[in-house]
């Protein structure tokens, strides 16, 4: 109505009839009863919920010196409201408690395992909101949809982030890995070769472009591309070495018997017969012996091999040429090979234990695949990677199948997976991990439960600990040792806090009668999701058992505005309310 004179110095007189003819425009338009018809509802809501009044007023001055209670509290948000929207210069501004972008994706993986996609969206949703120019929320949002087979959800996703930054290379495959799902042939060409040539070292890329062609039953560029994926693998491998000795001051390179070339085999698989070592002479030396073989593994044939390296799982947001490889002999005698969870959501440190499997060019594809859950493409680089004569049916590759399985809710099959990957690595902490899992979902907790704690029994950590600690502490609440739940959910709670942690490890106290304990615990619940029924639930329990009635019905009312699911723990708070006298408001 004013323009640019809202704001401005201006006298009081002015000040005034502006205020006069606002209201006159209020009244005379109908904007003020449509405002009035709007705050009606919420103020009909905090009467309820925090005066918690439901019935008439029995006398006049009953109702008046309750208008004049709401009344202040109603200005008072009132000025809450306008201070934030236009703080004054003086006034000192207070930052809003939030969580931090990992604790929401945390809490987004926590409902992903529980099959809640409606919460899990919320989260991820909730990361793009605060920050929308952040590659990776795209991606763990795509990789979500891929999860859901929401195609073309996650392809907007992936083409979000490449919008973000065009040279980024894990957009890029993904992109392709979406257009071939989805039969665009030609745009998947386009993003394979557009990822290679922007990174000519990533052995993935080249794998997927690879792959491609396959399709396309083009086996000429197909056995290129893979020798290529191979040929990066292989000097990947030495130039990790030769910065290895370099870095400790000892690199002297010995050859016994032949030079290092000789002594891999046509796919840089080292020979047994070999015994060649790695001493020092120098750094011009190594690098001289590097461009040797480089130049000589560019003339290898191109079967359908590949390089065997010793690998450590990464980070999902980590780009696949960052991976921590390391050139390592094969010794005569036959190791335990190493095997992995690949749906690792926690990043912990994974089983990396001395006996490791040799990875090849498929298998790290698969990774990189299970990592954003591509699951409807990992079966034909899992047929690659059977077939190989450096790969086949290792731990991994079982533990993989076992994973794609558990997915589709296959447990016979998910199970025989799993029992060939304990033949192969029994003292693997990811077999017994997942072997959990599936007796979990299956319903058999007392399986469950000794696979679990075989599982934290290791000194190794398992790749899914956060999950294993939930799922087993919640077995230890059904058979009433609140006890070793208090202490598994307080392990989770040190490695990875989250609402759910935290209410286990109220439940537990609760159960244990520790009722201040069990109250911080669930205040600490209720800080990062207030949105939980069970923590409200709880709480009121808390609360009646306390004696507090104010706070116990406050709590009752939002258990049941968020609808609690659990009848049981339902009619064990009436119990309660009704052993006390008070806690429902309908009383």
């Known amino acids: ?55 008439s007023f029995e006398s006049q001055e009953e109702l008046q010196t309750f208008i004049s209670e709401l009344y202040v509290f109603l200005v008072d948000q009132m000025h809450v409201a306008l201070n934030e929207a236009m703080p004054d210069d003086v006034q000192s501004t207070v930052s809003a408690v939030h969580t931090s972008s990992e604790q929401l994706r945390l809490f987004a993986f926590e409902a992903e395992v529980n099959e809640n996609f409606e919460m899990a969206a919320v989260y991820y949703k909730e990361r793009l909101v605060r920050e929308p120019q952040n590659l990776d929320h795209w991606l763990d949002y795509g990789a979500f949809c891929l999860l859901t087979e929401d195609n073309i959800k996650a392809q907007e996703c992936f083409r979000k982030a490449l919008s973000l930054n065009e040279s980024h290379i894990q957009s890029l495959l993904l992109c392709g890995v979406l257009a071939v799902l989805m039969e665009n042939y030609e745009q998947a060409e386009i993003f394979f070769e557009d990822a290679t040539c922007l990174e000519p070292t990533n052995v993935v890329a080249w794998t997927l472009l690879g792959l491609y062609y396959e399709i396309q039953n083009n086996d000429i560029r197909m056995e290129m591309a893979f020798h290529e994926a191979v040929k990066q693998l292989q000097a990947r491998a030495v130039q990790t070495q030769v910065t290895k000795e370099k870095s400790t001051g000892n690199v002297e390179y010995a050859e016994e018997g032949g030079n290092i070339e000789s002594s891999l085999g046509p796919w840089g698989t080292i020979n047994d017969s070999s015994t060649a070592a790695v001493k020092a002479v120098g750094a011009g030396a190594a690098l001289s012996i590097l461009d040797e073989f480089l130049e000589e593994s560019s003339k290898l044939p191109s079967e359908s091999g590949e390089l065997i390296l010793s690998t450590q799982f990464q980070d999902s947001s980590i780009d696949p040429k960052q991976s921590n490889l390391f050139f390592k002999e094969i010794p005569e005698k036959k190791e335990t090979p190493k095997c992995q969870d690949s749906s690792a959501v926690l990043q912990p440190a994974p089983y990396s234990g001395v006996s490791q499997t040799p990875t090849t060019i498929f298998m790290e594809t698969i990774r990189f695949l299970m990592k954003v859950n591509a699951v409807q493409y990992v079966h034909r680089v899992l047929a690659h990677e059977l077939l190989c004569p450096q790969g086949g049916p290792s731990c991994e590759y079982y533990l993989v199948l076992a994973q794609i399985h558990l997915l589709k809710k296959d447990f016979t099959k998910a199970e025989e997976c799993l029992q060939h990957a304990v033949r192969l690595d029994y003292l693997n902490p990811n077999v017994w991990g997942m072997k959990g899992h599936l007796y979990f979902l299956r319903g058999d907790h007392a399986e469950a439960k000794a696979c679990y704690e075989r599982t934290i029994s290791f000194v190794l950590d398992a790749s899914e600990m956060h999950f294993i600690f939930l799922r087993l502490g919640l077995i230890y609440l059904e058979e009433k040792e609140y006890e070793k739940a208090k202490k598994t959910y307080l392990q989770a709670c040190k490695r990875s806090p989250s609402c759910l942690t935290w209410l286990g490890v109220g439940i537990a106290c609760y159960r244990l009668e520790e009722l201040m304990e069990a109250e911080d615990a669930l205040s600490e619940a209720n800080v990062l999701n207030n949105y939980n029924a069970e923590v409200w639930a709880y709480l009121a329990l808390v609360c009646l058992k306390a004696g507090r009635q104010l706070e116990a019905e406050q709590a009752y009312k939002y258990t049941l505005k968020l609808k609690l699911k659990d009848e049981a723990l339902l009619a064990e708070i009436h119990t309660v309310q009704e052993m006390v006298g008070f806690g429902n408001p309908s009383f």
């Open 1 to 55: 109505m004013f323009g640019k004179q809202v704001g401005s110095n201006i006298d009081s007189e002015t000040l005034e009839e502006q205020k006069c003819q606002l209201n006159y425009e209020f009244n005379s338009s109908g904007k003020y009863f449509a405002f009035k018809e709007q705050l009606k509802h919420a103020v009909v809501k905090i009467v309820r919920e925090k005066y918690l009044r439901t019935t």
